[in-house]
């Protein structure tokens, strides 16, 4: 969806723009990370991420994930508004967080849906830390 707002998402089409869960948009040399602070005002989430051996100051890229939607109980047709708040950040638009607000509540988009819960993540991180630290105890 966000390479067909005109997003600059690098992938290749044939390829659905990824390979992986991660969406990368090149926002111009050195903005990165000033994109990244302006979808975060906004409430999206994205990093700063240098493209073809960029340093992190200089990034040309902005990298999100489709995990971490999905995780939230994205769909298809959410991905296609997320890009349109993409854009709208992208353009200066004003009012971004005022539509992603109401937006994520609309669609229950609030909470993690997927994963461990907590009360059986817990015991196995304890065990793990258990496991790891043994050798220093």
Known sequence: AAHLLGLGVIGDAAD???LTHQVLFNVGYAKGYHFQKALQRNGIDGN?????GESFLEASGVRTGTNYLTKY?????HFEQIAQFVRD???G???VMDAVRPFR????LIAPRFGIPLEVARPLAEEAANVILAPYR
């Open 16 to 18: 659905d723009m990824t």
């Open 48 to 52: 700063a991420q240098g493209i073809e």
């Open 73 to 77: 109980g994205a769909e298809p047709a």
């Open 89 to 91: 950040v992208r353009d």
């Open 93 to 95: 638009r004003s009012g």
């Open 105 to 108: 509540r609309a669609n229950n």
